[in-house]
């Protein structure tokens, strides 16, 4: 069992920056592939960014250039630095695990574990 919490949301003017961070228990961390995922009022929830267990970054077209995900494997834990940031990008965070690993997965069904989620506000 997996348990993710995320960190870091908040409210922050049009081009400022912010770093959200989720904090995960288990000792295969390092073999999940990790991800952030975000969901505004009334619309589906959206791919943002993933680190696979390789190391290797993808992210989703809206956020490419913006955002850098990471993360720190002694400490289980996996940010999103999200900088330039937009109104558009307001939303509820969620980080999410895929335990499988092998392969890049951007659908949300594709996640096993979810975080509580975190409300990120940009104010215009």
């Known amino acids: 069992q997996v348990q993710l919490v995320e960190s870091g949301g908040g409210l922050v003017q049009a081009g400022g920056s912010m770093r959200l961070s989720c904090a995960a228990s288990?000792?295969?961390?390092?073999?999940?592939?990790m991800a952030w995922f975000r969901q505004a009022p009334g619309k589906e929830r959206e791919f943002v960014a993933a680190?696979?267990?390789?190391?290797?970054?993808y992210y989703g077209d809206s956020v490419k250039g913006r955002f850098t995900i990471s993360r720190d494997i002694a400490a289980n834990t996996v940010y999103l630095q999200m900088n330039s940031l937009k109104p558009t990008d307001t939303a509820v965070y969620y980080c999410a695990a895929d335990s499988d690993g092998r392969y890049l997965v951007t659908a949300p069904a594709d996640y096993d574990y979810w975080g509580q989620g975190t409300q990120v506000t940009v104010s215009s």
């Open positions: 288990g000792r295969t961390f390092s073999m999940y592939t």
């Open positions: 680190i696979r267990r390789t190391g290797s970054t």
